[in-house]
């Protein structure tokens, strides 16, 4: 009887399974009718307002001939848009007083229209300040750049702070003002004004008293360290020609074992000779190395913004297809026109539902 009363487990297993797959099957299949449904519907709406403009075509048709015509009228009779870009370099922590001015400059050309004030800022005509329309800035961002400023930001942390800071951390962290180099764009309708405004316009970008002193102090500075390089230098000219005159002197005299002219320095030791020719020849080298690099450095912080790239002689194109009204109208009426019919039709049907209700 035991093994009786075993048998039927293996039968109601199966039933179960069977079951489960069923009801899976039945949920499977709902899904897709669903996801079918939707498909059918949006063919629906599709052929019907497909069905709706054919039978209205004539309508259509017109409004969008009526829009092309009247947008390339108004695209003639306005004026074009134009752009350039200037590329900067800022020194001494500059970039938000780049900014602020630049905001400033958008303020007044984009939304006051202060022609009077923009011509006064740029020493140019009023007329030409009239036809500013528009000031932008944005940091050249640069992935080697980037990496390099985490590198030399990662080593100066500790063991802790290295484990939470992550390149895409750092890099989240950055703002405009932690960068170098920017990109400076002017929008106007004049494509030729570029070049009337580029040095005032450089000028005004770092108009701040501080600055203007960080960059006479820098000057001074490294004029004075110049000086100190000049006098190193002509001492050890100096060091050099004397002990050539040893060299040559020593070379006169006849050749003893272990003989000749030592000079020491300091507390060395009698058995080494501290002069060499060629050390001091190295000494100099990096002396030169140095003034070469006063040089540089006398150039690049010369000003607060280094113009990398100036403006153009002319601007460009830089309006989009949006800004064109002979694309806009036609898009904007045949969507009008369609609310129009859609509104009337859904006034009919409300009609006709009114009636029926009574």
């Not at 950055?174 to 009337?196: C, E, F, Q």
């Not at 009204?325 to 036609?330: G, Y």
Request: no cysteine; aromatic share 12%.
């Amino acid at each position: 009887m035991s093994k009786d009363s075993q048998t039927p487990q293996p039968q109601s297993e199966e039933v179960d399974l069977g079951q489960l797959f069923k009801i899976i099957g039945n949920a499977f299949d709902r899904f897709f009718k669903f996801i079918g449904s939707i498909f059918i519907g949006i063919y629906k709406v599709v052929l019907l307002l497909f069905v709706h403009i054919y039978q209205r075509f004539v309508w259509y048709a017109g409004v969008v001939v009526l829009g092309v015509v009247i947008g390339f009228f108004i695209d003639n009779s306005s004026d074009k848009l134009y752009g350039a870009n200037m590329y900067i370099e800022t020194n001494f922590n500059s970039a938000r007083q780049v900014y602020e001015n630049l905001k400033q400059f958008h303020q007044l050309a984009y939304e006051d229209k202060d022609t009077l004030e923009l011509a006064k800022r740029f020493d140019i005509s009023i007329k030409d300040a009239s036809k500013l329309k528009g000031f932008y800035i944005e940091p050249d961002l640069d992935e080697n750049n980037i990496a390099k400023m985490y590198s030399d930001f990662y080593g100066q942390l500790d063991s802790i702070s290295r484990l939470e800071m992550t390149y895409i951390r750092f890099k989240e962290s950055l703002t405009p003002y932690n960068y170098s180099i920017h990109r400076i764009g002017v929008a106007s309708t004049d494509k030729y004004i570029y070049k009337k405004i580029e040095k005032t316009f450089t000028e005004q970008l770092s108009g701040n008293p501080y600055l203007q002193e960080l960059v006479e102090v820098n000057k001074l500075n490294l004029n004075q360290k110049d000086k100190v390089l000049v006098t190193q230098l002509e001492k050890t000219d100096s060091l050099v020609a004397e002990y050539l005159k040893i060299r040559i002197s020593e070379s006169k005299k006849q050749q003893i074992p272990n003989s000749g002219t030592n000079l020491y320095m300091g507390n060395a030791e009698s058995t080494n000779l501290i002069v060499d020719e060629s050390k001091i020849i190295e000494k100099r080298l990096g002396l030169e190395n140095e003034r070469m690099q006063i040089n540089k450095a006398l150039v690049e912080e010369k000003n607060v913004v280094n113009v990398l790239a100036g403006f153009p002689k002319s601007g460009y194109d830089i309006s989009e297809w949006t800004d064109k009204k002979k694309f806009v109208l036609p898009i904007v009426l045949f969507i009008a026109t369609l609310l129009v019919f859609s509104i009337i039709g859904f006034g009919k049907f409300l009609k006709s539902q009114s009636k029926i209700l009574n």
